[in-house]
């Protein structure tokens, strides 16, 4: 169960939040809405542990995550603005990477599997650089299908995706907080997911 | 993660020849400005071999990190549950067989080029072989500092250098005291101190400077 | 020591005079220059204020 | 200068800690005049002529005492760094950014009364010693902190970033002063070094102690007057600032 309790941040001279609290439950979906600026990359980054904040404390189950260490960090995957993939690898070499570094399965099946899931089979060839935008985002997100971490850190997971590729995440995401996975995200479009989601409205 | 970085670095070869040819041009400088005696360049061979080895490792520190700091590869490795410091001494080990070893290789021939003797070329290359690992992992605390900051390049080399000389000094001394006569061995029994000191210590100054920087 | 005595320093007057004059200089300076960026802070504080209120 | 001082708890935010820099300074002022008039004193009449070197050997105490300086102000600078980033406290870091330019300054100074008092005694200006050179090297040291902390804009990473390189730096100083020393007797032998210098005769050591206290107090009034400016830049938009700004009228 994650939990936040008065998270503060000051960005150079400038407080960008102060007082955020949040809990997610398994099974749970939080959607951090807000105007841009609003702090919303920064208060994900801050849950990723990336982020020192200057007053208040990220807890997962009761515990402070700073205690946890890597430990709270084998619990997350997170899926930032940037893609997180090298150009000059293909795909699936960028998926082995991922796997290595999470210690998630990574032999070659699931990693297929899970890029065909995403469409992306045909350019498992192909080095990433000549991919489209979408299709890079694809490959990032093909990370989502492969981690067993149970909390998903998701920043703006949607654009770039066209209506094929939104359905496939959507679906994914039903999949995972089904089993009982935490899932906090940011986005603009509204995307229906069913199941328990709350809103955490940023910057008001 | 060396895996990975070293089929990153094979796939773009050209990196690694400018640092290659960057090293070779400088070290081929300095007779041309010095002059063809060949006792003069003998005798400021090891220097100038060293000064060269240390711009040339210097020059592709800024590549280390940049690249994964912009495509959003460098912030998984912070989030991802091995520990940071084991990552960052994969990379560095990576740049350094990037950077480091083709120096090695080439010395001897530049070395030839200033009339060094045999054991002189053996030491120069053990020497190199000891220092330009201590100069990547060193390097990599500018390099991760200065991220993303703007007149980067330069500032590393302002940080960085002071912490080289005392490689420069015994890896050049090395050479010199092998040339002479004297013997090198206890020049490079302290390089390799340095490199034990400085594996074991700057993995966690990098790590912590990656984390300020990413903050 | 009569005063041009004490001005030769047996001799050394230009290095003794000039690293002490150098020393001084530098230290005053730095003073100087602080309580100048003092005033300059604070006069600068106080036009933003005056601009805000 | 760092063990009593202002890293009581109480003083530790910056609001209570600028008045009492300010009651401070006083303290500090008077002292490092007083001591250098005295310092400057013994140098010139008390301290008698050197049989080898004539008056020039009176540079020594600036040169001495500035060199002592500008390692002790590394160090203060490294702990404040070190403070900073552990205990997380804004104002060790000030002070550690309030420290470096004094620190820096000392070490130029030691370079330049170095040349000169190194040009009678052997006839050239900069003379490879080692010393010296490790002095050149730390004034690198200083200038790569605050060029570091100048490039960075959020003050928040400037400090930790400067911080942690402060605290590589002082891990490094002892390694280059002696990989330098040895260096040097490599190369020149032992036989000049500034360490030979004249046999300490008692008053010459007072001199050195009493021009060496005139310097440390002279630290803390630049560094604690530049800590109260870093302090009214970094909080200015708090609302204490404003108020005391109104007063200074």
Redesign the interface.
């Known amino acids: 169960m994650l939990e936040a309790v008065d998270l503060e941040c000051v960005r150079g001279d400038r407080r960008l939040f102060a007082g955020v609290g949040l809990t997610v439950a398994p099974g749970e979906l939080l959607h951090v809405r807000g105007p841009n600026g609003s702090g919303k990359t920064t208060l994900l980054r801050m849950l990723c542990g990336l982020v020192k904040p200057v007053a208040g404390e990220v807890r997962w189950a009761g515990r402070p995550a700073r205690e946890l260490g890597d430990g709270f960090l084998a619990l997350l995957t997170y899926v930032g603005h940037h893609n997180a993939i090298k150009d000059e690898l293909t795909g699936p070499e960028n998926l082995l990477v991922h796997a290595r570094l999470c210690g998630a399965p990574d032999d070659a099946a699931t990693l297929s599997a899970a890029l065909e899931r995403l469409g992306m089979k045909a350019y498992g060839r192909v080095p990433c650089k000549v991919l489209s935008a979408g299709q890079k985002r694809r490959t990032a997100l093909a990370r989502l299908l492969i981690s067993r971490s149970p909390l998903w850190i998701l920043d703006e997971p949607f654009n770039a995706l066209d209506v094929g590729a939104v359905a496939t995440l959507q679906q994914a995401i039903q999949g995972h907080l089904q089993r009982d996975g935490m899932v906090v995200l940011t986005t603009h479009q509204d995307v229906p997911i069913d199941g328990a989601v709350k809103t955490l409205h940023m910057g008001a | 993660m060396v895996r990975r970085d070293l089929t990153l670095v094979m796939r773009n070869r050209a990196d690694v020849a400018t640092i290659l040819f960057f090293f070779v041009i400088v070290v081929s400088l300095f007779p041309l400005g010095v002059g063809p005696e060949m006792n003069i360049l003998r005798t400021i061979a090891p220097g100038v071999v060293w000064v060269a080895a240390l711009l040339a490792s210097m020059l592709s520190l800024g590549r280390m990190f940049a690249a994964d700091h912009a495509d959003g590869t460098l912030e998984q490795l912070l989030v991802a549950p091995a520990p940071l410091a084991l990552l960052v001494l994969g990379k560095v080990i990576a740049h350094w067989l990037a950077s480091g070893v083709p120096l090695v290789l080439m010395a001897p021939l530049l070395g030839l080029q200033f009339g060094l003797p045999a054991d002189g070329l053996a030491v120069l290359m053990v020497s190199l072989l000891l220092g330009t690992p201590v100069l990547s992992l060193v390097g990599a605390i500018g390099a991760a500092l200065t991220l993303g900051v703007r007149g980067g390049g330069v500032l590393v080399s302002l940080l960085v250098l002071p912490l080289y000389i005392p490689v420069l000094i015994f890896g050049a001394g090395a050479v010199d005291a092998t040339v002479s006569g004297l013997g090198g061995q206890a020049h490079l029994s302290i390089l390799a101190a340095m490199l034990v000191l400085a594996g074991c210590f700057t993995p966690w100054a990098t790590a912590a400077a990656l984390r300020i920087s990413l903050d | 020591m009569n005063l041009t005595e004490f001005w030769h320093m047996g001799g050394y007057a230009l290095y003794v005079w000039s690293s002490f004059g150098v020393t001084a200089a530098f230290m005053v300076g730095e003073l100087v220059l602080l309580r100048r960026q003092r005033k300059e802070t604070l006069d600068r504080l106080r036009r933003i204020r005056d601009i805000e209120t | 200068m760092s063990s009593g001082g202002p890293n009581w708890f109480k003083y530790a935010s910056p609001m209570a800690f600028y008045p009492l820099a300010g009651r401070l300074i006083p303290w500090f002022a008077v002292p490092a005049v007083v001591l250098t008039a005295i310092g400057?004193y013994m140098t010139?009449?008390v301290a008698p002529?050197d049989y080898r070197?004539?008056?020039?050997y009176?540079?020594m105490f600036?040169?001495v005492p500035?060199a002592w300086m500008s390692m002790w102000l590394y160090i203060c600078m490294a702990v404040y760094a070190a403070l900073g980033l552990v205990v997380r406290t804004r104002l060790s870091s000030m002070m550690a950014q309030a420290i470096a330019?004094?620190g820096a300054?000392f070490t130029?100074?030691a370079l330049?009364?170095g040349a000169?008092?190194g040009?009678?005694m052997w006839g050239a200006w900069w003379v490879w010693d080692a010393r010296l050179t490790s002095e050149l090297?730390l004034l690198?040291?200083y200038?790569?902190v605050m060029?570091?902390r100048a490039?960075?804009?959020?003050?928040?990473?400037a400090d930790?970033?400067s911080g942690?390189?402060a605290?590589?730096?002082v891990?490094?100083v002892p390694?280059?002063y002696y990989?330098?020393q040895?260096?040097n007797t490599?190369h020149q032998g032992a036989s000049i070094s500034m360490t030979a210098a004249p046999t300490m005769s008692r008053i010459m050591l007072w001199t050195l102690l009493v021009m060496t206290f005139a310097f440390w107090a002279?630290a803390f009034?630049?560094s604690l007057?530049?800590v109260?400016?870093i302090i009214?830049?970094?909080e200015?938009?708090a609302e204490w600032?404003?108020e005391m700004?109104?007063e200074?009228k």
């Not at chain 4, 070197?53 to 020039?56: E, H, M, P, S």
């Not at chain 4, 490039?151 to 990473?157: K, N, V």
């Open positions: 400057l010139f009449f002529v070197q004539g008056d020039a009176r540079i600036i040169h500035a330019p004094t300054m130029f100074i330049w009364t000169f008092w040009k009678p090297i690198f040291l200038i790569g060029a570091l490039a960075i804009d959020d003050t928040r990473r930790r970033a942690l390189l605290l590589v730096g891990v490094n390694i280059i990989s330098v040895w260096w490599l002279h009034v630049t007057m530049r109260r400016g009214l830049e970094r200015r938009h600032v404003a700004v109104d200074t």
